[in-house]
Structure formats: C-alpha cells, structure tokens
C-alpha cells in the first residue's frame, strides 16, 4: 500500500547531545578509503611489493572523489619511505652530445651545484693572477731565452755550412732559398742568368747537392721547436694545476664518499688542463665562456623532500612526463647543452610514486608507449619526440638514461581498464593490481 508520508518523517534528526563536540572543527578528519575494502587491500598489496610489473590501475568514475582519496593514501604510504637520491647532469667531455647523469645523496645535489659554481669563479681568478705572475714570466723567459739561444746556434752551424759551399740561406714564408755568392756577394737572378751556362749547371748541380744537406740539418731544428712547444706546454699545464688544486682538492675531500663525483672533478681537471688557452685568451675572443662546461645541471633536487615523492602529472604529455632538452639562439641557430636539460615529473616521481590519469595520457599518442619502456626497461631515457615520430632531426642531446624505481598509479574508467586488458598485453605484465 502506497503511502504519502511527510517531510518530517522522512527527515532523520540528531540529538545535538549525541556528539562529543562543539562543533565539526573539534573533529578529526577521516584519513582512510570509506566502503572500499578490498579495494584498500589491493592497492596496499600492489604499492607495498617491491617486484616488477606491480604497478596499479584505480578504476572508478570521476568526479567521486578517486583522485583526492588515492592521492591521500600514496603521499601518507611515501611519507614512510626513504628519501631517494638527487639526479645531476654534468658534461661529458668524450662526448658532449651524451651528458652524464651523477646519483647523490639527497641534499647533496644543491651542494654540488654550488660548490661548481663558486670553483668556476675561482678557477678563473686563479689562472689569470698564476699566469701574470712575476714568477711565470722568469720562467717563461727563461725557457725561451735558452731555446733561441740553442735555435740561434743551429741556424748559424748551418748558414756556416751553406756560406762553405759557396751559398747564403735565405728564409721565407714558403721555406728556404739557397742563394748563389761570388766572391762573398749574393748573385741576383738577372746575374745568374748572364752566367756562362756551364758555371750556371754547376751552381745548379752545388745547390741540390747542398739542398739535401740543409734539409738534413734543419730536421733537428723542427726537433728543437717541437720540443719547445711541448716544455712550454707542460710548463703551462704545471702551473695552472698548482693554481686550481687547491679547489679541486677541497670539492675531492667534500665528496670523497661518491666516487662518480671524484671521477667528475678529475675529467674537469683535464679537461681544463688540455684547454688552457680558452682560458687566458680575452673574453672578447671566446665567443662561448667555457667555464659553462663545468657547471653542474640539479635536475632533480629531493633536498626538501620528507619521505619518497608522490607526484600527479594532471597535462601528461610526453614532454611534461620524461623531461626535455631547452634551447637558445646563437648566431642565428637553435643550440642546446647539457645545461638546458630540464627532468619530466617522472625524474621528480622517481623512488616513489607517478599518478596518472588515463584519459589525459592517452591524447598524447607518444606517452603509453614511452611509459611502457619506462616500467619495462625500468630507466628515465630522455628523447626527442619527433625522432620517436620517425622524423629526421638535427643532432640533439641524448643524455645519460636515470634508473627508474618506482610505482606508477593509473586512473581511470573501467572502460579503459576493459580496453587496455584485452587489447594491450603490456598491460597486463606491467599491471598486475
């Protein structure tokens, strides 16, 4: 039987007597998944094992609060996890093109960039009052006095020798000329052409014969030169490292416990060593500073980071999710460095946990697959996306791939939940939960 009923009787009342409280402020708030149990279990279940292919899909519909509640559960899930490591990319000076990725201790990334920082403007400094020193020139001097003294010798021992057989040795740009003499007078050519052609064969016949000779005597003097540049070379080098050791010592005893920062600092050593002349020439004549070779790219910093991160990349496209390569302008052409290399939310999420929801993810057609190759190869590789299009590019940077260890955490509709399971068999080793 149908029957009308009231507004009051199908009101339900509380008796204000019934609570403990003044009002809902002196509550606290619910911080758990309400009516999902099982639910709750297998998200712990899937978040807590540490194997591959346990990352998880949440299925439900929007607007029901999904997103608020998982996000809630994972960051106070990450809250008890370790800090993970800060990601660094430093040049690499065998090749550029493919910058090295440096893992530390979190925290120590910050100190890594500034320590370069200030060991740039030291170094710099450095050379130049080692360089301009009184000292340097002594021996500078000295080094040079004493080869063109011994330059000086050769170069008379063997004028003397061309000056015995009846020539005088002449410098050029273009190499030496032996000049006929008679009776000790260098011979014009207008001369040597009047000569009797006999007297002319013979001076020929004198200057080849001498020819090889002087060539013979001048090999040793191209000795003397190589010899000098080398002495002159390693004098520079040994400067100059007395001038930067003491910073570089420092920065080696501050980060002796992570030896890829110790091998780092040595290649900077090198590298600076076997390029000194970028850094004595005027900056005017340097169109790019090289010291921008040794600053150090913090691309993820977790020195603020309490716990492992929980990240929600709600714009995942592929750019945004595993991170790119910047560019500037220089004389008219786009150019990149290793300095330009910004981390996705992938690198920030890295040792914890990456929420995506699938409806956005799948507008960009590159993101499924570059997540895929992410969890299966389990490392962050950096690519441009047009050359995942097949597309010719330019030459680009291709940085050092970054290990991955993580939980990636996908939301959306069972609609794609049923779509992806039975058309994409990835999904279903890469999903377990």
């Known amino acids: ?31 758990q998944i309400i009516g999902q149990d099982r639910a709750v279990r297998a998200l712990q279940f899937g978040l807590n094992i540490e194997r591959k292919g346990f990352n998880v899909f949440i299925s439900g519909l929007p607007g029901t609060g999904r997103k608020t509640a998982i996000l809630d559960f994972v960051r106070e899930l990450a809250a008890r996890r370790p800090t993970p490591p800060d990601w660094c990319y430093v040049n690499n000076f065998k090749d550029s093109s493919r910058p090295n990725a440096i893992a530390l201790p979190p ?42 003294r011994e330059r000086n010798e050769m170069v008379t021992s063997i004028g003397r020798m061309a000056k015995d057989a009846g020539f005088m ?20 050519d207008q001369e040597f052409i009047e000569l009797p052609d006999v007297l002319q064969q013979q001076i020929t016949n004198a200057r080849e014969a001498l ?18 540049d080398k002495e002159m070379l390693d004098m520079n080098k040994e400067v ?17 416990d992570i030896g890829e920062v110790v091998d780092y600092l040595e290649a900077v050593e090198n590298d600076i060593l ?11 004549d340097i169109p790019i500073d090289p010291t921008r070779n040794y600053l150090v790219n913090l691309v993820v910093d977790n020195s603020a980071v ?87 590019i330019t030459k680009t940077l291709r940085p050092e791939p970054i290990p991955f260890d993580g939980k990636v955490i996908i939301l959306g509709s069972p609609q794609v939940y049923e779509i992806l399971f039975g058309m994409d068999p990835d999904f279903r080793e890469l999903f377990k939960v």
């Not at 740039?120 to 400094?125: D, E």
């Not at 309490?306 to 786009?334: C, D, V």
């Open 1 to 31: 039987m149908i029957e009308e009923l009231t507004a009051e009787q199908v009101r339900r009342k509380c008796s204000e007597f019934a609570f403990d409280c003044e009002t809902t402020a002196d509550l606290t708030p619910l911080e």
């Open 107 to 148: 925290g120590k990334g910050s100190e890594l960039k500034k320590a370069m920082e200030g060991f740039v403007s030291k170094m710099r400094t450095a050379l130049h009052e080692a360089f301009e020193s009184e000292d340097y020139a002594k021996r500078r001097d000295a080094m040079l006095q004493r080869v063109n």
């Open 169 to 188: 040795i002449q410098q050029s740009p273009i190499g030496v000329t032996l000049v006929p003499l008679v009776e000790g007078k260098p011979l014009s």
């Open 211 to 228: 020819q090889e000779r002087i060539g013979e005597a001048f090999r040793p003097l191209r000795d003397v030169a190589k010899k000098a």
């Open 240 to 256: 100059a490292r007395f001038a930067i050791s003491p910073y570089l010592d420092e920065l080696r005893e501050h980060f002796r």
């Open 274 to 284: 076997e390029n000194l002349p970028l850094f004595l020439a005027p900056p005017k």
């Open 306 to 392: 309490k716990g492992a991160p929980a990240e929600i990349e709600l714009n995942p496209t592929y750019t945004r999710l595993f991170g790119y390569s910047e560019r500037e302008s220089r004389m008219g052409a786009l150019v990149t460095d290793y300095t330009m290399v910004r981390a996705g939310t992938a690198h920030r999420a890295n040792g914890g946990f990456l929420v995506i929801p699938a409806e956005q993810m799948f507008r960009d057609p590159l993101v499924w697959d570059g997540l895929k190759q992410m969890i299966s190869s389990e490392r962050l590789e950096m690519e441009d996306p047009a050359a995942r299009l097949g597309y010719m």
